[in-house]
């Protein structure tokens, strides 16, 4: 296993799958500019597998461009209404979410989240959402979430995210991608340091949480915490 990430004593082996810069040619905003092929990101699954229901990843996402576009990850919809929990263990992260209408061309919610090192991000219920390492270094993720279905054609069928994350002269630009019917002015966000009902805590790894399932119901079971699962509880606005 490449040595990204310190493998615990505890930790299960883990699958490995490696999205290639080829197979990210339908969701890139200029797929003519992938012209080698490599691994743009590697995703190491079921590090922690907790009750046969939920399960802790790592990503690693290489410092990279395609056509000026920073290196992101394919994007998906959940197939159940089940929120994710992100933390940046190295480098520089924007997740970008958005919420379809009836018809999924129309994006009625879109979100840019900013995150730092040691910092968490919950992805909403009925939310897609793809990561994106806009930084100078690779950028390192570990995630909580359900074992659910994802549905990877959504995001394919409109060529990406609903805005495309650009390094243009060393700024940072978001570009609506046009194959979307509607798309509202994307919104700036930061995270909240705690949320400890959700077991989010200030310098404390999400990995811990292993420790504490019951901390993890929310994944799980949504629908009781829905107070929780809100834009204004998880965020601030930037």
């Known amino acids: 296993m490449e040595d990204i990430f ?51 990843d790592v990503t690693l996402i290489p410092s990279s461009e395609i056509g000026g576009e920073f290196a992101k990850t394919f994007g998906h919809y959940h197939m159940e209404k089940f929120p994710e929990i992100y933390e940046v263990l190295t480098g520089h992260a924007y997740f970008l979410m958005q919420r379809r209408g009836k018809d999924p061309g129309e994006i009625t919610e879109v979100y840019a989240v900013e995150a730092l090192a040691g910092e968490k991000a919950v992805m909403l219920p009925e939310f897609g959402h793809l990561s994106i390492n806009v930084g100078k270094e690779p950028l390192i993720m570990a995630n909580w979430i359900g074992l659910v279905e994802y549905d990877y054609e959504t995001i394919k069928k409109y060529k990406g995210g609903c805005y495309y994350i650009l390094n243009s002269e060393q700024n940072i630009e978001f570009e609506e991608n046009q194959n979307y019917k509607s798309v509202p002015e994307i919104v700036k966000l930061r995270p909240k340091e705690n949320i400890p009902e959700l077991g989010v805590e200030k310098n404390v790894p999400i990995a811990e949480l292993q420790k504490t ?26």
């Open 213 to 238: 399932p019951a901390k993890l119901d929310w994944l799980i079971n949504p629908e009781k915490y829905q107070e929780l699962l809100t834009i204004d509880k998880l965020y601030k606005k930037v």
């Open 6 to 56: 310190k493998l615990e004593s505890d930790m299960n082996e883990p699958d490995i799958s490696k999205r290639m810069s080829f197979d990210m040619r339908p969701v890139l905003k200029n797929p003519e500019k992938a012209e080698s092929n490599y691994p743009l990101y590697t995703v190491y699954r079921n590090l922690y597998i907790i009750g046969g229901t939920i399960r802790y």
